[in-house]
Each structure stands twice: as C-alpha cells, then as structure tokens.
C-alpha cells in the first residue's frame, strides 16, 4: 500500500512539473496569468512557471506580419467610383498590449484601415488617387500607426494594390490621353514646319547677301578696271598731245587709223553683211597706217628709213576718155 501511494505520489509529481514548465518557440512571446491576473511575459526558450497557480493566457506572434485588406468601392472627391484594395505590413513590440489593449488585433487592423482608406480617398480627386500612391500610403501609415501605437504595435508598410474606376472613366480616359498625344504630334508638326521655314528664309537671305556682296565686289572691280582704262586713255592723249605739241602729225593719225580699223572691223564682223563696200577714201586708210609705222620706227629711234604711201589714183569724170 505505501508503495502504490508512493509511486502515485511520484506520477502526480511528474506530471505537476510538466505542466509547470513552459517551451516559448522563436518568434512568440507567452503571456502570463496569476488567476487571471497578467504578471509576465514568457520569453522563447525554457520557462517554469506553477501549474494551477500560473497559466498562459495568450501566444502572441511577434514576427512582422501581413494583412489583406479586402476590396471595397470609394467616392472620391470629384464623385468617381473606384474599386481599391491593399495590405497592410505590421509588428507587434509590447505583447501585453496588443493581448489586453485591443480585442481582436487583426479585425481592429482591418476596420481601421479600411476606414482610413476611404478616408484619405475619399478627399482627393480621381486624377489624384490615380497619380499619387505614394502619398496616399505615406498619410495613410501615419494615421493608422498613431492609432495602433496603445495596442503595442508598430505599422511597418501600407501599400495599395490596385485602384481599378469604372469601364465608362477608362475609356474616357483613353480618348483623353489619345486627344493629348495627337495635339503634341501637331505641335511637334508645327513647331517642325516653323523651323524648316525659318531655316528656308535665312537660307535665301544669306543667299541674297552674298549674291549683294558679288555684284558689289563686281561692280568694284569694274570701276576699278575702268578708271585703270581712262587712266591709261588719258595718258595716252596726253602723249599724243605732247607729239602734236611737238609738232609730229604722225600722232593724229594713230588715232584717226584707231577708229577707223574699229570701225572697219564691225562691218566684217556683222552677221548680215555679205558683201562688204569699201569707198574711194578707204585707200587713204593705208597713208594712216604708214603714219603708224612712222611713228612706231621713231619711238625705236629708227628714222633711217622712212615709208611714203603711194598716191590715191585720179578719179575719173564722165568725160574722160575710157582708152587713154
């Protein structure tokens, strides 16, 4: 008899001191209860803690964790309907709050978010809500971690997933941003058209200033040539003034045998003569030229030898006598 109550003794023994002890995993914190009373948080690794005097009252997960927010439809401010949804990055730091503080940690998340959400939503326009998620997750993770901060925990990350307006607002966006890029095509056009005109006309003025340029440059040149030429004419009337001065005949016929060769050579040179006339005086052309020549052996110093041009025949009346 003494030996059955002692083993019995023994096995309630084990059995107290296994369910004294407490196993907390990595990642969770244990809550402590003295007959109900919160006294403690049990740290992951061996705890011992009195079977019946003490229990465990929650297991608090205290790894960052992940929750959905559901899809949920929102007016915005410039009344557009939008379908948006999300999540929501959290962690809990103090395990008796987020067990005492709050009452059903993920669904008060939850509301909160979602109310925050039609919040924030809610006073922005649809082109807003459309452009600018970043700022509506910074406003958001402000709000909802001042909320959260009595309940022990810390919002981490609040991101929105989609934001999805109705079929009618995308197809009118749609045109919108069609209309938008085929005015920048014509405006790239136009805006193309004007430089190739500008280009076109200080093209054709750059042109017309040189072309200004050449028949100036031109226009010089030909007056310089023509003052060389009346410089030259004028010295040789000069010279020509001093040999008559000088009492040399020869001089004038230089000049009259001149024009009269120029002269002469218009008639060969013309496309309708065929036949050309010379009169009677053009044989006192060669007395010119052997004035030319005269004065031509003088101005080599050459007077030995001197040409005399023969005498014009007789002209003939109508009463000569054709035999003699």
Known sequence: MGVSLLLLVLLVTIIYLFASIKIVRQGYHYTVEYFGRYTTTAQPGFNFYPAFLYRVGRKVNMMEQVLDIPGQEIITKDNAMISTDGVVFFQVLDAAKAAYEVNDLYNAILNLVTTNLRTVMGSMDLDETLSKRDEINARLLVVIDDATTPWGIKITRVEIKDIRPPQDIVNAMARQMKAEREKRANILDAEGARASEILRSEGEKQGQILQAEG???????????????????????????QAIAGGNAQAINYFVAQDYVKAVEKFATSPNAKTILFPVEATQLIGTLGGIGALAREAFGDTAQTFSPPPPPPRKGPFDNRDE
């Open 215 to 241: 028949r100036k440059e031109a226009a010089f040149l030909d007056a310089e040539a023509r003052e060389r030429e009346a410089q030259a004419e004028a010295k040789a009337t000069e010279m020509v003034s």
